[in-house]
């Protein structure tokens, strides 16, 4: 399996984006965005299962970011509004093999690359 994550850029504080993760053979999997900011250890933002019934976020995400996935593109987006400065990191798209996983990052079997998100105030 592999991925590719894009769609990252500079912004400005409440400016939106959307990322997208790019996945072979996504159907049978639950799909994860994380991310890194300098200096520190990457978190979980929110993921979504392999049929796009179930989401979590997490608190900092919750009614700013939205998980989505369109199976038919073998494609997982991160919608994030309202971005803010703290938003800055590097965001990773992850696949875990199921939902039971989801939110236990050492379950996660492959990563894309990652793309760069840089919000200015």
């Known amino acids: 399996v592999q991925l590719q994550a894009s769609g990252g850029g500079s912004m400005q504080a409440g400016d939106s984006l959307k990322l997208s993760c790019s996945v072979s053979?996504?159907?049978?999997?639950?799909v994860g965005w994380f991310r890194q900011a300098p200096g520190k250890g990457r978190k979980r933002v929110a993921v979504i299962d392999e049929t796009g019934a179930l989401s979590d976020y997490q608190d900092f995400a919750e009614g700013r970011f939205t998980i989505s996935r369109d199976n038919s593109k073998n494609t997982v987006y991160l919608q994030m509004n309202s971005l803010k400065p703290e938003d800055t990191a590097i965001y990773y798209c992850g696949l875990a093999r199921s939902w039971r996983y989801s939110k236990v990052q050492e379950k996660y079997v492959d990563w894309g690359q990652g793309t760069q998100v840089t919000v200015s105030s």
């Open positions: 053979g996504i159907g049978a999997y639950t």
